[in-house]
């Protein structure tokens, strides 16, 4: 299993994912000028700041040529992670859903929250049980999403709301306390709180480790 | 050079400069400066650039220790930590800026501490800072201040990708004018990849790179940083400079590339007094000359006269010296990392500072009479024959009983949790950090092989202002505490001396005092000075802030996972007060909400008996014999079992025994006590080193005390409810 974590000007937390994912699999990063995927299985676009953010968060980095071929391997079926930042730009990109606006408190808030797993089918929750809390921390400024209420019912009907803030944990104002979310087809899930920051019980909590085990046991074809 | 319309001694007083050290620039030069040179030596004989009303002060602190690495003179100091790797950090400030413009102010004060610790050759792995202001409760200035210095703190170091590990945060009244901000950056490098400053090697070219160069900051550490603010300090604005951290982050990958690829001679940043500081400074430790071509510097303004470009602070530009061979390879990285580098000189051996304009010269002065030959002065120091400072408003009800005490106590802004202003900060962004905000009473990250680093900052303005040298002695004395608690022995300490303006009298005697304290504290510590700063004329149109040197203090653990914490964490517990601890009410934090003056003097401190107690608790902590361990400061006992209380969601109950005074036991403060918990058996053991007297157990969902006839009781609820008085304030 190799992972492939994208490395933008103003990445803050790749190297943290390369660490996470580091634990179930291979993981090397990925040059945002450079256009070779290094034959990974998947990959994962990180938080951080890219580009420092000034014209709405995610919205330069979706052009970068690496992910390019991000977009073309997810259209393959291949699996890809946002985080944070991440998921900012796999929404500008069209890859999922959706988007991220600016907190309802108008504040960057970093904080542990209880996020509850609605689908733990997807390739992304596979070792995760229906409803399972998991604790990781949260950290951003433009975590509130949004998308149009019926487009929001038809995505749950979907399945596609893969992870929810537990009551009284979602701080940014997100419609339905939505966390995390997938595309149509389930390669691809981007999610605000940062599930590569819960891998280890000196620093955290481990219940993160369980996404990226899952994405592992998914392209490994082995079915939790 | 053309002598045309020499400035007059008249300008040259504007800049900063006394009629007298216009006169020794004329000496030095052996003619009148023009007005590039001018600007240059008014930047670096300024007190920000020179500390020449301190450096003969700073120069009786203890520098050298079995653990320093790199001391004081060089962008950051820097302590052993173990195998190879070193520890860099450094406390700075930016008070006056963020004055005038907090969020910029702030943010910039990161930036600039980040580089200093890069530039040394470390990756930035940890931000602290420290904050003085009003009184949040009345003064809208000071929300606004307050507000705009956590967003500028916050909106930098998150978006640069650097954990704010911790922090601490005052409110008084004297800088309600004049408010501080201080950061403290740590960084982690291999030992044997530091890098100085000094330029060296002829021949060899210097390459500026980072942002492009414009009029923002000029001036700044001249007439914004060593001058008092007036009334109308918005006028100063344009003296502000305006940080990007994007730009940052790239010049710190940039950097740090470019020393692990062996590509550098010397590297420094641009802070203060921009070019014209760094390059001086590179020659000065090199003992050479630097030639410099401002036509070559990328600007963002195309009409800029040479001495702005020599004096600008724009942020995030640092400057390398690069042998010739080199210098193609160095360019192409910067241009990667899109910081696109630009030879604007060389290095050569004239001892001169040449300042060129294309062909033309347009300043040239000796290298030894910028950076040295400024005059240092002796301080006056002399007692206030009155009181400073008047007494603090009194909030609190005279017929208080220990109950509402307690409440007023843990909801007074200086006690109140700083969750609201934390989480605005990323903490755990580079994975390292084992104890975050609040959970224990120093920040603790994880190094490589186990093994861990601590690391806090403090200040107690007010205990200063009482007794500048006992109350310095405190506040090391705090820090060391709070490390002890986590479990880790001190390495080193750095200092921000924020203080008035110490051409008075009673302002040299607060700073004299203060570093004398300073200096025996770390010296019987073993805890040496590496570095620092010092900002003076910190006074507004009411008077001078309370003198507030900021220590912070790194230390290590030799294994991680048995870093302290301070809640209380099982039912059952005993619960010890440690430490020969003799507590008093004299400008505590209750007699501040009492509205009581600052008395004249605190009580001796025996240093050695609180690092002997010191000892012992990290020691118990190291053996994971403690289920928590926890410092008493401000409050007294009481608040510090309170917040044991709440960091662990649970009650205890407690009985002094027969007790004099039970407002002096609960609420009095003094260097040297702790509240730990654990088994009975583990604190019987502790006995064994220290003075420990059990006073209660832990459990339940109250805190409820006995001291001789006295009694309190509160829920957690209450507790809690009245922490989050912070909380209002950011809505």
């Not at chain 1, 995760?128 to 487009?151: F, I, M």
């Not at chain 2, 260097?671 to 019987?684: H, K, N």
């Amino acid at each position: 299993m190799k992972f492939g974590v994208l490395r933008f000007p103003g990445s803050c937390d790749e190297v943290d994912a390369q660490l996470a994912a580091g634990r179930v699999g291979e993981a090397v990063l990925l040059w945002h000028r450079d256009r070779d995927l290094q034959g990974c299985d998947a990959i994962i676009v990180p938080g951080g700041f890219s580009y420092g953010d000034y014209l709405r968060a995610g919205a330069i980095a979706r052009f970068s040529p690496m992910m390019e071929e991000v977009i073309a391997f997810a259209r393959d079926g291949g699996l890809v992670l946002g985080i944070c930042n991440g998921f900012q730009v796999l929404c500008e990109a069209g890859l999922l859903p959706g988007a991220l606006l600016q907190n309802t408190n108008r504040r960057f808030t970093s904080r542990q929250v209880r996020l509850e797993v609605v689908n733990s089918e997807t390739p992304f929750t596979l070792a995760c049980a229906p409803g399972e809390l998991l604790s990781v921390p949260a950290k951003h400024g433009s975590g509130r999403y949004y998308a149009p209420d019926d487009q929001i019912d038809a995505m749950e009907a979907a399945g596609q709301v893969v992870v929810r803030y537990a009551p009284g944990d979602c701080f940014n104002g997100s419609a339905r306390d939505i966390a995390g979310v997938c595309n149509q087809a389930g390669n691809v899930f981007g999610l605000m709180p940062h599930p590569e920051h819960a891998v280890d019980p000196l620093t955290g909590s481990t219940d993160g480790l369980r996404i990226f085990e899952s994405m592992a046991m998914a392209a490994e074809g082995v079915r939790g | 050079m053309a002598d045309a319309g020499l400035p007059t001694v008249e300008e040259a007083m504007a800049l900063g400069l006394t009629r007298g050290e216009y006169e020794l620039v004329c000496e030095k030069l052996d003619r009148p400066p023009n007005q590039v040179e001018l600007a240059m030596f008014s930047l670096l004989w300024s007190e920000h650039c020179a500390y020449k009303h301190s450096k003969k002060l700073l120069m009786t602190l203890p520098t050298e220790g079995e653990f320093v690495v790199m001391g004081p003179g060089e962008n950051a100091g820097a302590v052993d930590v173990g195998d190879g790797l070193v520890c860099a950090f450094k406390v700075e400030s930016h008070n006056h800026p963020s004055a005038v413009e907090p969020f910029q102010g702030a943010a910039t004060g990161v930036g600039g501490i980040l580089r200093d610790i890069f530039a040394i050759g470390a990756r930035p792995i940890a931000v602290l800072d420290s904050l003085r202001f009003g009184d949040p409760g009345t003064s809208e200035r000071s929300r606004f201040l307050l507000d705009g210095a956590v967003s500028g703190i916050g909106h930098y170091g998150n978006s640069i990708g650097v954990p704010t590990v911790g922090g601490e945060v005052y409110f008084e009244e004297p800088y309600e004018q004049n408010c501080l901000v201080n950061a403290m950056a740590l960084g982690l490098g291999e030992r044997e990849k530091l890098v100085r400053s000094a330029a060296a090697g002829i021949g060899n070219i210097l390459v500026l790179y980072g942002a492009s160069t414009g009029r923002d900051g000029i001036g700044g550490a001249s007439v914004l940083a060593s001058a008092e603010l007036g009334e109308l300090s918005e006028d100063k604005r344009p003296t502000v400079q305006v940080g990007d951290p994007f730009e940052e982050s790239k010049l710190l990958e940039c950097s740090l590339e470019l020393l692990e690829a062996g590509l550098i001679v010397a590297l420094q940043d641009l802070g203060a007094a921009g070019l014209t500081s760094s390059a001086s400074e590179m020659a000065s430790k090199g003992e050479v000359g630097i030639d410099i071509d401002v036509a070559k510097v990328p600007l963002r303004e195309a009409d800029m006269e040479p001495f702005e470009i020599m004096v600008s602070e724009s942020q995030e530009r640092m400057l390398c010296v690069v042998e010739p061979g080199k210098l193609d390879t160095v360019i192409a990285l910067t241009d990667k990392w899109e910081v696109h580098g630009t030879a604007i000189g060389t290095v050569t051996d004239t001892g001169q500072m040449r300042i060129f304009r294309g062909e033309e010269l347009v300043g040239e002065m000796p290298v030894v009479a910028l950076v040295d030959d400024c005059p240092l002065y002796d301080l006056d120091p002399a007692p206030p024959a009155a009181p400073i400072y008047p007494p603090p408003t009194a909030t609190l009800d005279p017929a208080a009983d220990l109950r509402q005490a307690l409440l007023a106590l843990i909801a007074s802004p200086n006690i109140a949790s700083r969750r609201p202003l934390f989480e605005q900060y990323d903490s755990i962004v580079q994975s390292r950090t084992v104890r975050r905000p609040e959970e224990s009473d120093a920040a603790v990250l994880q190094l490589p092989g186990g093994r861990g680093l601590a690391v806090s900052i403090d200040g107690n303005g007010r205990k200063v202002a009482a007794d500048p040298y006992r109350g310095t002695i405190g506040v090391v004395l705090e820090c060391a505490s709070n490390l002890a608690c986590a479990g880790a022995q001190p390495l080193g300490t750095t200092n921000n001396l924020n203080f008035g303006n110490p051409e008075k009298p009673h302002i040299a005697w607060q700073l004299t005092e203060a570093v004398r304290g300073l200096g025996e504290a770390c010296r019987a510590l073993e805890a040496p000075i590496v570095g620092g700063n010092v900002s003076l004329y910190n006074e507004g149109a009411s008077g001078p802030i309370y003198p507030t040197p900021v220590i912070g203090m790194v230390g290590r653990l030799p294994d991680v996972t048995r870093a302290g914490r301070l809640g209380f964490a099982r039912e059952g517990d005993a619960i010890a007060l440690v430490g020969r601890f003799s507590p008093a009410l004299p400008a505590s934090e209750l007699a501040r909400l009492r509205g009581e003056a600052l008395p004249d003097g605190l009580p001796d401190v025996d240093i050695a008996a609180v690092r002997a107690t010191q000892e012992a608790v990290r020691d118990a902590v190291r053996e994971g014999a403690l289920s928590s361990a926890h410092d008493i400061a401000e409050g007294g006992l009481l608040v510090a079992i309170a917040e044991s209380c709440l960091a662990g969601d649970v009650g205890a109950t407690l009985d002094l025994g027969a007790c004099e005074d039970a407002w002096s036991a609960l609420f009095g403060e003094a260097p040297g006590g702790f509240v730990v918990s654990g088994d009975p058996s583990a604190i019987a053991r502790l006995a064994e080193h220290t003075d420990v007297d059990v006073i209660g157990a832990v459990g339940g969902d109250r805190l409820h005390v006995r001291a001789g006839d006295g009694e309190a009781n509160a829920t957690l609820a209450e507790l809690r409810e009245a922490h989050r008085a912070l909380a209002r304030l950011f809505p």
